[in-house]
């Protein structure tokens, strides 16, 4: 069976500090991958998606950038955060072939302080 | 108008009633539709999906489709406290290359003992 895995679970960093966040999905090959953002009491917003190694396509203009450097490796990074990059970050994953569900990870929690 | 809409809630249910979520999409060439449950600090959880109109079931959930009507519903019998949660309404991206998802903004469900 198929799982994914986020980590760090939680993260407190301060304004201007770098960020990686790390997702791997297990049990698959070749999925369609997902970053998205969920402000607190909000609903979630696309960041990125990939179809593929190398592949990173962005759905919002912001100081953080996506990379893919494996199959099923997917990282989020900043060089500098900013007050409003505080949020809950969920990776997901979706096969390529149906049923065409999509599957999150258990999300990062990020306080920028 | 947005892609997917859904009305915020909260949506509030007498334990044991019948909860009734309803959801609309703008895209008629839409084909796959989800609904997702998301418990308070947790990730979202596939609960249902459904390809075809008419109804699906599964346990206390049952979905129904009315693509004429770009019309996606959720019912939950026997509403359980365990229950309340925050519900995703979910459809595909048909235009979209990496087979995007677009997610409503959720309903806040609570089922009161």
């Known amino acids: 069976s198929q799982t994914i895995h986020q980590w760090p679970a939680t993260l407190v960093q301060p304004v201007g500090s770098p960020l990686s966040l790390e997702c791997t999905v297990e049990?698959?090959?070749?999925?369609?991958l997902y970053w998205y953002r969920q402000a607190a009491g909000r609903g979630l917003q696309l960041l990125f998606y990939?179809?593929?190694?190398?592949?990173i396509s962005s759905e919002v203009p912001q100081n953080l950038s996506a990379s893919r450097p494996q199959d099923r490796q997917f990282i989020l990074s900043s060089k500098k955060l900013l007050l409003s990059d505080s949020g809950f970050y969920l990776c997901?994953?979706?096969?390529?072939?149906?049923?065409?569900?999509?599957?999150f990870g258990p999300g990062t929690r990020l306080t920028v302080l | 108008q947005k892609e997917v809409e859904q009305n915020s809630g909260p949506l509030s249910v007498p334990e044991g009633a019948i909860a009734s979520l309803n959801c609309t999409y703008s895209?008629?060439?839409?084909?796959?539709f989800f609904w997702y449950r998301q418990y308070s600090g947790k990730s979202p959880e596939l609960i249902m999906f459904?390809?075809?109109?008419g109804d699906k079931e599964d346990g206390r959930f049952t979905a129904q489709l009315n693509k004429a009507s770009q019309y996606v519903s959720l019912l939950i019998r026997d509403s359980q406290p365990s229950d309340s949660a925050t519900y995703l309404c979910?459809?595909?991206?048909?235009?979209?290359?990496?087979?995007?998802?677009?997610f409503g903004s959720g309903t806040r469900l609570s089922i009161r003992p």
């Open positions: 049990g698959t090959s070749n999925p369609n």
């Open positions: 979910a459809v595909n991206s048909p235009r979209s290359s990496a087979s995007k998802i677009i």
């Open positions: 459904i390809y075809s109109n």
């Open positions: 990939s179809v593929g190694i190398g592949q």
């Open positions: 895209d008629r060439g839409s084909q796959s």
């Open positions: 997901a994953w979706r096969p390529r072939s149906p049923p065409d569900t999509q599957y």
